[in-house]
């Protein structure tokens, strides 16, 4: 009870100190109109309304990714920035649940990144979208954004340990991109690259998104996005000690 | 049972240097240092930047896993049973740093209640005592980022006592405060003993730990060279007596040919304004006021005052040692 009490506080602060950053903000209103803007001029091309839906729910997830990739490690950065992270560590709560709720404060912005995207598509460039399955959808984002976390949760964890690790959350931005299937089918990569995406919770979590949309059967491919996040947290969970002493061993905790 | 105990702790760092033939080089920031702190004790660790403090309080608080000897706190030991060490501590650092600065006073203390599991019924109880114990109160909800140094410290004084510790442990608490300030977290300080906390202060400032500790032990590129009460430290110089000549830019070569003084213990040049104070500890029966002049052929020379030993000048000849 204390524990989900303490997820649900982390998570509404962070979520506050998030809104709060004037530059976090601009970012986060700005960005995704671009991914969705340059979305829709290729797709606009290729002339098929459907393929500009398609595009449109890519370009939206996009953005969530963004939010959570770049950010996930750049919060452990601030926190060291802060001086805020020893003081994390020296409390008695396990550290994965101090982390946890920063990484699903940044997921949880993304949900906007989502809905901006969406409406810049229906009045700038008329994409109309109709929802085949609203109920479904909704649990299809709020599942998305729970395996993002655990994504980012994961990615959290190795940048306690290594200070420079923030790097890679943006260097695993774009290729999620193409390998998730958030702008074109996976279909059209090699074969070789399938187990990779499927490994990965956001390629779920994107075809759960559009097959409620657009009238399909989303539930399996929402299984299989919450179960990867889930697999993700639990990892996270296991590693954490790991690392955490690791970096009491070299000392890394207090460099920035 | 003592409250603190460490037993030959040690703690070894690697770097490395060169870009492209980098070499690894270890480097001993604490060598060996044994010490212990009994319950209800205020108890200091005294000595200069890079002396070894902030890493040695590290392993006590178990930031850091000694790289030799053991540490206990409340009997627990800090690497085998870190968890528990830090349910029964607090931890308060100087500096503006470790504040989150986009919420507000309170937000900070509540996220930290938190962390520390202080019970949800308690909380509020507890964030009104502690703001009103650090003289927050009526600032509480605007936000960090707007706080004076002053104020951003002693929230942090509050953060560390928000699960009612049995040990604090400050490090540099006053560092970068104003004289009021300071003035003001020292209070606070005082009163943790009269509450029955046992509390580990690190500090380079002498006045800070000849008025708050009880005991200090004087630490030294990662040595302890004295411990003992303050007026024990003091005792051990104050055998000899101490010249202090204002001058006005003294070159290094002086500085080394006064050290080089026969019956000369210590030396140390402090900055006042626009001039400089040598400050030369001599041994007992020793007159070198002539001969340290003699020395300073050059230089501008002021007042010249002779003095007994204080607490400062029993410090600096420790860690000039």
Not at chain 2, 11 to 20: E, L, P, V
Request: proline share 4%; charged share 20%.
């Amino acid at each position: 009870m204390s524990s989900l009490r303490l997820l649900a506080v982390s998570w509404w602060l962070q979520f506050k100190m998030i809104m709060r950053s004037p530059f976090d903000g601009f970012g986060n209103v700005i960005y995704p109109l671009f991914f969705a803007t340059t979305a829709f001029f290729v797709f606009r091309a290729g002339d098929s309304p459907r393929t500009l839906i398609y595009a449109s729910f890519g370009a939206a997830v996009m953005g969530m990714w963004s939010s959570v990739s770049t950010s996930a490690g750049s919060a452990m950065q601030r926190e060291r920035w802060w001086g805020t992270l020893e003081l994390l560590v020296t409390t008695p709560r396990h550290f994965s649940l101090i982390l946890l709720p920063t990484t699903l404060g940044l997921a949880t912005v993304g949900i906007y990144n989502l809905a901006a995207t969406l409406l810049w598509g229906r009045f700038l460039f008329g994409v109309h979208l109709t929802i085949a399955h609203p109920l479904l959808f909704a649990l299809a984002i709020l599942g998305t954004v729970l395996s993002f976390a655990g994504l980012g949760f994961l990615f959290a964890v190795s940048f306690v340990r290594f200070r420079a690790a923030w790097v890679l959350g943006n260097f695993f931005e774009y290729p999620v991109w193409l390998i998730c299937g958030f702008l074109v089918p996976l279909s059209f990569l090699p074969d070789w690259v399938h187990p990779i995406s499927w490994a990965l919770a956001p390629t779920w979590g994107m075809s759960a998104i559009r097959e409620s949309a657009l009238g399909g059967s989303p539930l399996p491919d929402l299984g299989a996005c919450l179960g990867l996040g889930l697999g993700y947290i639990v990892i996270g969970v296991l590693v954490t000690d790991r690392v955490l002493r690791a970096a009491r061993v070299s000392g890394s905790l207090s460099l920035t | 049972m003592a409250a603190i105990e460490a037993a030959d702790l040690r703690r070894t760092y690697k770097t490395h240097t060169g870009t492209f033939r980098r070499r690894a080089k270890e480097i001993e920031a604490v060598r060996g240092i044994s010490f212990a702190v009994e319950p209800g004790e205020l108890f200091g660790l005294l000595g200069p930047n890079g002396a070894g403090k902030t890493t040695t309080i590290k392993m006590l608080i178990t930031l850091l896993i000694p790289t030799g000897g053991s540490a206990r706190v409340l009997g627990l030991d800090v690497v085998r049973q870190a968890r528990e060490v830090r349910k029964r501590i607090g931890y308060v650092f100087g500096g503006e740093r470790g504040v989150y600065e986009r919420l507000s006073g309170y937000d900070n203390l509540r996220y930290f209640a938190e962390l520390y599991g202080v019970p949800a019924r308690e909380q509020k109880r507890r964030i009104e005592e502690l703001l009103e114990l650090v003289g927050l109160k009526g600032r509480e909800h605007e936000r960090a980022e707007g706080y004076s140094r002053g104020m951003k410290q002693r929230l942090h004084v509050a953060r560390g006592l928000l699960h009612d510790p049995e040990v604090l442990f400050l490090d540099e608490p006053t560092m970068g405060l104003d004289p009021v300030g300071a003035r003001e977290v020292r209070a606070t300080i005082a009163s943790l003993t009269e509450a029955g906390k046992t509390v580990l202060l690190t500090t380079h400032y002498m006045f800070e730990a000849d008025a708050l500790c009880d005991r200090i032990a004087v630490i030294s590129k990662g040595s302890i060279v004295a411990e003992g009460t303050p007026l024990d430290l003091k005792r051990g110089v104050a055998q000899g007596s101490v010249v202090e000549v204002e001058v006005f830019g003294v070159a290094d070569e002086a500085l080394e040919r006064v050290r080089a003084l026969g019956g000369v213990v210590a030396v140390a040049v402090e900055e006042r304004e626009q001039a400089q104070v040598l400050v030369v500890q001599t041994e007992p029966d020793v007159e070198l006021t002539q001969a340290i002049l003699g020395h300073l052929n050059g230089s501008d020379v002021g007042r010249i005052s002779r003095r007994e030993p204080t607490l400062e000048d029993a410090y600096v000849a420790l860690v000039s040692e």
